[in-house]
């Protein structure tokens, strides 16, 4: 069956220069980085070489960047590393589960957390973020993109007003990196997450930058690793894998292919828009990354239309992956003061690096008929479906 994915926001395949760079350290250059030998040598190297890539990525020199298994855990050394008890800490109601959940487990430990709310294009409010500060406040997090809308927030000026107020401010930039620009000076962060699955680099590593100067207590304690802020024999396999796909992840923002991503999920979200009546973009009014779309089509159920398209060949999903097959709605959407059922009716497709027009043509030809049937089984659905042919 012809398979097409559009499920990126999830995870991304491994690039082929990817994987290629890594290939060896699964073979031959099998040393520990800590090992003083030439084994060890040659992945210490390897693994430098990496940490220069990233930090090329986000603008900050190389000792700045700590290897991590991921965004969930450089989410949680950002949060856990710098408060607490008796602390104060600014969120906002859309971020990742992975800074969410960490900031429920600080109110267990006596911090203080405010959730910030969302305007109906899921947007923070500068003034929230002012009004929110308090002498205790101790950090700032909010994420830089949505990874169920793709919107993108004001984090150049959250940075801003978290310098003036001399509080941390950390971003979660998982959805950000490798699809728009990322200069951490320009944030002004003193943290801010990645992750390689994110970025066609494997699961199972990601970095956090951690601003100079700014001692953050390490999740893990051990050895002396990552310059002990993250114990544990690194993963060097996933650190070449994670360098690689920063490198090229520059070069194809340098060559301007953010754009070319962004011409085509127009067409796709012109393409369903036009086609299918009662449907719409949620987070349009918003800046959004360019490979993201996440649109409600009314009526209908998302939890079956991404079984349906999927029947068909096509990857889709409903919102963040480790809530599909959830019932609750979309965290992030109802904050974004969607209606329960219109929550539940959205679908989030999200491009990647290997996806072509071909591919949005595919899609093109599936979901308005896919949602049209689905709408036909459903009894609440009365007004008729426009299909273009
Ligand atoms: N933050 C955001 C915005 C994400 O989208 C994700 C994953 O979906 C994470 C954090 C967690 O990253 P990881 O899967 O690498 O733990």
């Known amino acids: 069956m012809h398979r097409v994915y559009l ?8 690039l082929p220069e990817v994987f290629e760079a890594m290939r060896p350290y699964f073979g ?28 090329d990525l986000l603008g900050c020199s190389a000792s700045e960047v700590v290897f991590t298994s991921g965004g969930t855990e450089s989410d949680n050394l950002a949060i856990a ?20 959940h960490a900031c429920k487990h600080l109110e267990k430990i006596g911090i203080d957390v405010t959730v910030l709310p969302v305007d109906s294009h899921g947007l923070i409010d500068l003034d929230d973020v002012r009004r929110a500060l ?7 997090s909010v994420m830089m993109a949505n990874n169920e809308t793709g919107v993108l927030q004001p984090v150049d000026e959250v940075g801003k007003i978290a310098a003036e107020a001399q509080v941390l401010f950390h971003t979660d930039a998982v959805q950000a990196a490798a699809k728009v620009p990322i200069d951490v000076r320009r944030i002004g962060c003193d943290a801010l997450s990645i992750s390689g699955h994110k970025i066609h680099a494997p699961q199972g590593v990601g970095a956090l930058y951690v601003k100079k100067g700014t001692r953050i207590q390490p999740l893990f304690h051990g050895g002396r690793h990552e310059r002990s802020r993250r114990a544990g024999t690194e993963n060097v396999p996933g650190i070449v894998g ?30 369903i828009l036009a086609q299918v009546d009662g449907s719409g973009v949620n987070g349009a ?20 239309l991404v079984i349906a398209l999927d029947l068909k060949g096509l990857a889709v999903s409903t919102g963040a992956a480790c809530s599909s097959g959830a019932i609750e709605p979309s965290h992030v959407l109802i904050a974004m003061r969607l209606r329960t059922e219109q929550a539940r009716a959205s679908i989030r497709f999200s491009l990647g690096k290997q996806t072509t027009e071909a591919d949005i043509d595919f899609a093109l030809r599936l979901v308005p008929g896919t949602v049209a049937r689905l709408r036909e089984l459903s009894p609440k659905y009365k007004s008729q479906v426009k299909v273009v042919s």
Not at 7 to 14: C, K, L, R, S, Y
Not at 134 to 140: A, E, F, G, N, V
Request: proline fraction near 3%; charged fraction near 25%; aromatic fraction near 2%.
């Open 7 to 14: 499920d990126n926001n999830a995870t991304t395949p491994v």
């Open 28 to 55: 031959e250059s099998f040393g520990n980085a800590s090992s003083i030998h030439h084994h060890g040598q040659e992945t210490r190297a390897a693994v430098e070489d990496a940490r220069e890539a990233v930090a």
């Open 81 to 100: 590393g710098w408060v607490a008890a008796g602390d104060h800490v600014i969120t906002s109601s859309i971020e990742h589960h992975a800074v969410l």
């Open 134 to 140: 308090r002498p205790d406040t101790k950090l700032i």
């Open 242 to 271: 994670l360098g690689r796909a920063a490198q090229l992840a520059k070069e194809s923002i340098e060559r301007g292919e953010d754009k070319k991503m962004a011409a085509m999920r127009a067409r796709l979200e012109q393409g």
């Open 285 to 304: 009014g918003a800046t959004r990354v360019p490979n993201t779309t996440n649109i409600h089509f009314d009526h209908i159920e998302g939890e079956s």
